[in-house]
Nanobody, 124 residues
């Protein structure tokens, strides 16, 4: 079971990035794929999640309307499109697969397998 996150980088405020998370080793069918972020000196926090079975998405309030989670089941890949980025979005972003079928939690305990993280830096 592996998750590989990529797509981070340096972008100016107001810019966009698209993160990708490729799953290998097993199928995400029935599970959820979550996106979390961790800024320096802060705890890892929930950003978004997508139900792999039907594409239902969930977002934390601070990214609603700016971030969009999606997935391509054929490629076993999830995406996080991030628009209108702000300096406070600067963090290492992680993808993770849920522990429980048909449940998209919002805490780190709800997720079993984690990718290695990709750094997003938004300059002002």
């Amino acid at each position: 079971v592996q998750l590989q996150a990529s797509g981070g980088g340096l972008v100016q405020a107001g810019g966009s990035l698209r993160l990708s998370c490729v799953a290998s080793g097993w199928t995400l069918s029935g599970y959820s794929l979550g996106w979390f972020r961790q800024a320096p000196g802060k705890e890892r926090e929930f950003v978004a999640a997508i139900s792999w079975s039907d594409g239902t998405t969930y977002y934390t309030d601070s990214v609603k309307g700016r971030f969009t989670a999606s997935r391509d089941s054929a490629k076993s890949t999830a995406y996080l499109q991030m628009n209108s980025l702000k300096p406070e979005d600067t963090a290492v972003y992680y993808c993770a697969s849920s522990r429980t079928l048909f449940y998209a939690g919002r805490t780190t305990e709800d997720y079993a397998y984690w990718g290695q993280g990709t750094l997003v830096t938004v300059s002002s």
